[in-house]
């Protein structure tokens, strides 16, 4: 019913940049709050940035500036731009948001499927 699909993904050398997006679609009513999260082998999911329908943003400290959310109320997408990639950045980054869909009263958080974001020399 709803789908949330990133791209933007790679490969990229340390000190490189990467743009992620993620568009949601589907019988969408209202989006609440976006987000990437990203989980490193062996490690828990951790939130990276997220950014309320009020363009409010919130991030993880190991990446205050360097990244960058945003989003397109008109396209339903978020994006994070990310700049000076380490490779402790390393990880499959999954999109969420926290949406209500048409004949719903309620907020359910959604999830995209991940980009693999590898930074390496």
């Known amino acids: 019913q709803v789908q949330l699909v990133e791209s933007g993904g790679g490969l990229v050398q340390p000190g490189g940049s990467l743009r992620l997006s993620c568009a949601a679609s589907g019988r969408i009513f209202s989006i609440n709050a976006m987000g990437w999260y990203r989980q490193a082998p062996g490690n828990e999911r951790e939130l990276v940035a997220s950014?309320?329908?009020?363009?409010?943003?919130n991030y993880v400290d190991s990446v205050k500036g360097r990244f960058t959310i945003s989003r397109d109320n008109a396209k339903n997408t978020v994006y994070l731009q990310m700049n000076s990639l380490k490779p402790e950045d390393t990880a499959v980054y999954y999109c969420?948001?926290?949406?209500?869909?048409?004949?719903?009263?309620?907020?359910?958080?959604?999830w995209g499927q991940g980009t693999q974001v590898t930074v390496s020399s």
């Open positions: 969420n948001a926290v949406l209500r869909v048409v004949a719903s009263n309620f907020y359910r958080n959604y």
């Open positions: 950014i309320t329908s009020g363009d409010s943003t």
